[in-house]
């Protein structure tokens, strides 16, 4: 575990702190590519927070927040793009016009670029994609893709999770909308996600989302459930996996997935996760958060 300020960034007395956790360090092509579109960004009154080999990317962010001195957060994942010179520039204007926002977010597009068929599938599969605004829009496309927020309300709703694996967006947007928070997208400003590479890395987080979402539905049913069967909400651990094994298999028999066999993969994926994440939490107490929530340095004065 690592967690540094970049030193390209020095700015000691900024106020705003951009934080990106990463999990294969700084020799990654999408870090170094980041590196360079930050560098290019208009704002740049701001300390870059690395957060290097924390895992789930929820703790990775509170450790982050820790470590920062400015009032305003900006979280990047670090397989976006910045879509221009100003992406920084609008979300600290967005959060500064607008005092009672609890968090404000880039639309998510694809790349520009032509797709393959396997990165459509990829795509097709995630559904995070979020439309290009003119105005500010009220919405729960606001994500960790890129999304900034107030310090003091970040601190006010409980911080991230520390254990969810997977729905730290879902998370922090139904918390955030329970204190009577707006989310809002801002007008003209994207990022882009980029795709896996291959094969292998679509099918392994594929799995990591289906582990992620079967400790969320055990542990935590309020933030991820499964669709109602016949009218009925499926909340028994035992019918939970049934139905994702049985939904998994009922694709596999569907000419469409046939025809989009990256897609149908991908299913499978997810559904072996569940699986294998259904058999580790089976009959566990939630875990409990490793960070306390109360220590002296989480209460600087903002």
């Not at 032509?114 to 995070?128: H, M, N």
Request: aromatic share 12%.
């Amino acid at each position: 575990m690592r967690i540094f300020k970049h030193p390209l960034f020095p700015s000691p007395n900024t106020r705003v702190s951009v934080i990106i956790p990463i999990f294969h360090g700084e020799s990654s092509p999408h870090f170094s590519r980041l590196i360079s579109e930050l560098q290019g960004q208009n704002f740049q009154d701001f300390e870059l927070i690395i957060v290097d080999g924390v895992d789930p990317n929820g703790r990775a962010r509170n450790e982050g927040v820790s470590a920062a001195a400015g009032r305003w957060l900006v979280f990047l994942d670090e397989t976006v793009s910045l879509g221009h010179e100003r992406v920084l520039e609008n979300l600290i204007k967005a959060l500064e016009g607008r005092p009672g926002t609890g968090a404000v977010g880039a639309s998510v597009l694809r790349p520009s670029r032509e797709l393959s068929r396997s990165e459509r599938d990829y795509f097709q599969w995630r559904g995070f994609e979020s439309p290009l605004v003119n105005t500010f829009v009220d919405s729960d496309r606001v994500q960790h893709s890129c999304m900034a927020v107030a310090r003091k309300i970040f601190k006010e709703v409980g911080w991230e999770s520390d254990y969810l694996i997977t729905g730290t967006d879902d998370d922090l947007r139904m918390r955030l909308r329970e204190k009577g928070y707006s989310l809002l997208l801002v007008p003209q400003t994207w990022v882009f996600h980029l795709p896996p590479s291959s094969l292998k890395q679509m099918l392994q987080k594929g799995f990591h989302k289906g582990y992620g979402a079967s400790y969320a539905f055990l542990m935590h049913p309020g933030i991820f459930e499964l669709p109602r069967f016949l009218g009925i909400s499926i909340r028994n651990s035992l019918g939970g996996l049934l139905y994702k094994l049985a939904s998994t298999f009922a694709k596999t028999l569907t000419p469409y997935y046939w025809m989009h066999p990256h897609l149908l993969a991908l299913e499978c994926s997810v559904a072996w996760g569940f699986l294998a994440g259904w058999r580790r939490w089976i009959g566990k107490t939630p875990l409990k958060a490793r960070l306390d929530l109360r220590a002296p340095e989480r209460e600087e004065e903002d």
